[in-house]
């Protein structure tokens, strides 16, 4: 009974805080890749052909449904624009029954051009809406739970006047890329828009670099062997997100031997360590599905459950550009 009351409490808290609008922190996706344009609005496009992207993030099960998001999003290169243009559309729960939702649209355009001998450069622009909303009767606070008794319905916490709340939000970023290898930067709420429910408050910018490479394991380029198996890559990379004061740094790297691609991630702030992540996707023509799991490795590591991850990806036929352009090779999750 206890341990089960310690989790709701620490439920409780985190959407508290959030309703009064402290430094929320936005969802972090650990199949990078299998999410393009949510790492960074410069991946429009990136793959040449239409492509769609679906993921779905559960963590901290354990936590009564504490944190689950879906995402889905479409980019393609435009030959007329010289760039791509892509669309996010993403729906985050936090709470047991959904007490504080966040459903957010946007768009993105990336500017494509050349810098030097197979080196490219891709500039963006994201422009987006965002809703959260507040069920403030699902909202179970700590001077509600009685030891003996369990739940009272009285608290101290004050209802706010509008419990949804509707906000424009701006990002950008920027990606170089070479034959075998990629970095990019990108900035997302830009505006620093106000998200609160109790007075005006600001959303903090996020800030993403990431970088990474392929290795090819061996001197047959072919793409197949007789085993039906490709040439074994492998991809080094790493991700560095800031916001609201927090550090997230992960280090990781793929081994991709087509069809199969399986990965290892660490993921850690500047003091402490947070989580392992796991991963395994098979991709084959022009669809591919993923699966990670993240284990924690934190204080909160026995109360958690760590988090699952799914992802789907599907490229559609097009197409040749009549401008020469090239995808960009970069890992799949």
């Not at 991809?235 to 004061?245: E, I, K, L």
Request: neutral net charge.
């Amino acid at each position: 009974m206890m341990k089960t009351l310690k989790k709701i409490l620490l439920v409780a808290a985190i959407l508290l805080f959030a309703g009064q609008g402290a430094k929320a922190q936005d969802v972090i996706f650990s199949q990078f890749y299998a999410n393009p344009l949510y790492l960074n609005p410069a991946f429009a496009g990136s793959k040449i052909c239409p492509r769609v992207s679906l993921n779905f993030r559960n963590q901290w099960p354990a936590l009564v449904s504490a944190f689950t998001t879906i995402s889905a999003s479409y980019d393609q290169y435009v030959d007329g624009l010289h760039g791509g243009v892509g669309a996010i559309l993403m729906a985050d729960r936090q709470g047991d029954h959904g007490a504080l939702t966040t459903g957010m649209a946007s768009v993105m355009y990336a500017f494509r051009f050349q810098v030097g001998r197979d080196i490219y450069v891709n500039a963006a622009l994201q422009a987006g809406i965002t809703n959260e909303s507040l069920d403030w009767d699902n909202l179970r606070f700590p001077d509600q739970i009685d030891p003996v008794n369990g739940y009272t319905d009285m608290t101290s916490a004050q209802r706010p006047e509008s419990t949804s709340k509707w906000y424009m939000d701006f990002n950008a970023g920027a990606l170089i890329h070479g034959p075998a290898w990629y970095a990019g930067i990108s900035a997302a709420h830009l505006t620093q828009p106000s998200n609160g429910f109790y007075g005006v408050t600001k959303l903090p910018i996020k800030l993403t670099g990431h970088a990474g490479g392929l290795i090819n394991l061996s001197e047959e380029r072919r793409r197949t062997s007789a085993l039906g198996l490709g040439t074994p890559v492998i991809s080094p990379n790493v991700v560095y997100q800031y916001q609201a004061g927090f550090h997230y740094f992960n280090y990781g790297i793929y081994l991709d031997w087509m069809p199969f691609l399986v990965g290892c991630w660490f993921r850690n702030g500047l003091e402490n360590p947070d989580a392992f992540i796991f991963m395994v996707g098979v991709q084959q023509d022009y669809f591919k599905i993923g699966y990670s799991y993240d284990v924690t490795v934190s204080k909160l590591a026995n109360n958690t459950s760590g988090a699952h991850e799914i992802s789907l990806g599907i490229m559609l036929p097009c197409a040749e550009p009549k401008h020469k352009v090239k995808a960009i090779r970069c890992p799949s999750f």
